[in-house]
């Protein structure tokens, strides 16, 4: 079984401040962690992925995330948020082909 | 490649009637999903196919619904008799084995 927690369901932060969406996960089997970003009347899209090697992983429009295995997280963080940046932000936990299992989401407000 | 295509994007109905919503998912993509989001169970995995042979259906909620694959081209969800706790965003997403979902636009359905 595999479940993921977004602690927060939803974040407010400046323009140009940096911003950190928490994200921790329990499963039972190799983990593989994802975050997706969903903007209004859209589907989701992916922003970065980890699926083995280095724990700091990079994705689109600036985002990154670390994977801690120590403490089942996988934060997404940002340096500096745009208003673009505006969306709901997902994060799932998956292994093998069993599909993924999303968080509640976490809606990033961006204030000008 | 037109990604992952869903029609209808918006659906309104009343109580009782038949819904079918439609998935193309992408061209040697051999695993699609169908998800369900709503405001307060978030995304909720229904079914998923690999090579259109549905794995696992342990997530459609009763009998009311059911998805078909018939081929590598198409897959629909039909709910019948539709009822107003039914209303919500329904998704398809498509997989080539990558671990990576890629998501239609979704069908925005309201039963009345």
């Known amino acids: 079984a595999q479940s993921v927690t977004q602690l927060d369901s939803q974040v407010p932060v400046f323009e140009e401040a940096p911003v950190e969406l928490r994200c921790n996960y329990s499963?039972?089997?190799?983990?593989?962690l994802f975050w997706y970003v969903q903007y209004p009347n859209q589907g989701l899209q992916l922003l970065l992925k980890y699926l083995s090697g280095s724990t700091l992983v990079k994705g689109i429009n600036g985002f990154e995330a670390e994977f801690n295995k120590s403490q089942t997280s996988f934060h997404l963080r940002k340096p500096s948020v745009h208003i673009s940046d505006t969306a709901e932000y997902f994060c799932?936990?998956?292994?093998?082909?069993?599909?993924?299992?999303f968080g509640k989401g976490t809606h990033l407000i961006i204030q000008p | 490649d037109a990604g992952v295509i869903q029609s209808p994007r918006h659906e309104v109905t009343e109580m009782g009637q038949e819904v079918t919503l439609r998935c193309k998912p992408i061209?040697?993509?051999?695993?699609l999903f169908w998800y369900r989001q709503t405001m307060m169970r978030g995304l909720e995995l229904l079914i998923y196919f690999n090579n259109n042979v549905p794995i696992d259906d342990s997530g459609m909620p009763e009998d009311r619904f059911s998805a078909k694959m018939p081929n590598a081209s198409f897959s629909t969800l039909k709910i019948q008799p539709s009822e107003p706790r039914d209303s919500a965003v329904y998704f398809c997403a498509a997989d080539s084995g990558a671990n990576v979902l890629t998501f239609g636009a979704g069908s925005r359905l309201t039963v009345l």
């Open positions: 799932a936990v998956g292994g093998g082909a069993d599909g993924l299992t």
């Open positions: 499963s039972s089997v190799s983990v593989y």
């Open positions: 061209s040697g993509h051999d695993y």
